[in-house]
C-alpha cells in the first residue's frame, strides 16, 4: 500500500469514527476527530455537505457555540444534493432553532 492510500485510509477511518461518535452521542469524541480534518474534506469549492452536518452536530453536542455557529453559517451556502444531505441539514436546523429558542429564554429571563 502505498503512504498516499495509507493516508487517505487513515482520514476515511477517522470520518466513520466520527461520524459513529455523533450516532453514540460522544459528541466531544466527535469533535476531536473530525475538526482536525475539516480543511481537508471541506472547501468552498468541493463542498462536503455531509461533513459540515457531522461536524456541526458534533460542535453543538459538545456546547461549542462559536464553531457550531460558523459551521452553520458556512452550510447555508450549499445546495444540497440529496434526500439523505437534506434530512441532516434539517437536522442542523432544528439544534440552529433550539439554540435561538434557548437564547432568547435567557434574555427574557434577565
Do not use: W
Request: aromatic letters at 8%; hydrophobic letters at 35%.
Amino acid at each position: 500500500m502505498t503512504q498516499d492510500n495509507k493516508a487517505i485510509n487513515k482520514m476515511a477511518q477517522r470520518v466513520i469514527e466520527g461520524y459513529e461518535a455523533v450516532h453514540n452521542k460522544d459528541f466531544q469524541r466527535a469533535k476531536q476527530l473530525l475538526e482536525p480534518i475539516s480543511p481537508l474534506l471541506h472547501q468552498e469549492d468541493k463542498p462536503n455537505i455531509t461533513f459540515l452536518c457531522y461536524l456541526a452536530i458534533s460542535q453543538i453536542g459538545s456546547k461549542d457555540i462559536d464553531p457550531f455557529l460558523d459551521t452553520y453559517e458556512e452550510l447555508q451556502k450549499y445546495e444540497i444534493k440529496n434526500n439523505k444531505e437534506q434530512a441532516l441539514k434539517d437536522r442542523v436546523e432544528e439544534m440552529f432553532h433550539e439554540l435561538m429558542s434557548a437564547f432568547q429564554q435567557t434574555e427574557q429571563g434577565e
